[in-house]
């Protein structure tokens, strides 16, 4: 890992920017204070950082994980970061905790909802604190933005059922109160991501106008359409689902039955992840890294795998973990792209990650900016 503490140039063999559907190079790439900044003549005098033979790219991005799970506590907390890092990944959107925690593990940036909001006796208690109502959902918003949150995470939904199809835990709040929600968290500017699945529980967080519907199981093609029009970004994580078919210890503890309602279940969220892209929906990428079987790290990986065989584009699935997680994450004045004014947070891998994806299980370098304290809460 390289830090941009001092001014450098960078050769490099093929660059890509995080947006375009092209390479670039090969190349030199200025780094500033910890900026990308244009060259200019005398340039030639600075350090130079050789990655010849190497592709660069953003950094990656994971728009949805759980740094407190699935242990609960904070002792993991600086081991889950350097995994994360070592898979090349240098911002994440924690998803919520039990309990407050501030997430200072430099240098990895953490974009923080504190402690989610659920409604007593629902879904959510193990990340959340539960509300009884709007109004406290309410107060407890103003006490998260005293704390420094970046945004609000809401649980509108159960989670799907593993023995019979389609059905999915109920949803605790109206779209009155999840209007009332939304519209708290903007007067501190602060986005709402909903976990919401089933069709309903998202209808209900669209018409609310959260930011982004997290995971989003059984949708309908119509909804899709409404999120498109609506430019309501979707994480549908996949890897959650695919984790309890591919991680052996989970697989034995599903029965015959609740194995294919899995399956089916996956293949669903896959083929609406397929006409969603092709609809125009913002599709990001969140492992739910801290959920069963899923860690934090090596599965953003599968999951943009699992998102290019739903299919997204090569260009469009890299772009969920750069240009468009940034826009999920309110990073993108400094994050998901490489071009000037932007943080020099990139990697390098070997090879052609727009032919091939498994390049980025090998990341050969990353270069990450000077920690600064605000991007505990970007
Ligand atoms: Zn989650």
Redesign the pocket.
Known sequence: MLQTGVDALIRYTALWDGRSGKFDGPGMLKIKSGKITPSVPGDETLPVWDFAGLTIMPSLIDC???LT?PDGGNEQLAAKAAALLASGIATVRD??SKEQTEFTLPPLCVVSTGQAISKVNFYGSH?SLPVRSAAEAGEMIDSLASRGVAQVKVITSGIFSFSEYGRVGPSPFTTAELTEIVRRARRHDLPVMA?ASGDEAVRRCLEAGVHSV??GYFLTEETLQLMAEQEIFWVP?LA?VAAWLETESLAVRLDGRQQSVVRRSLDQQMKMVGLGAAAGVKIAA?T?A??SGVKHGPSLLRELELLRESGLTAADALRSATSVAAAVCGVSAERGELSPGKDACLIAVRGNPLADLSVLADIRQLVVPPYRSKNSHL
């Open positions: 949805h994980l759980h799970l998803a919520g990340l976990h997290e995971h994580t959650p969140g739910d801290g959920a």
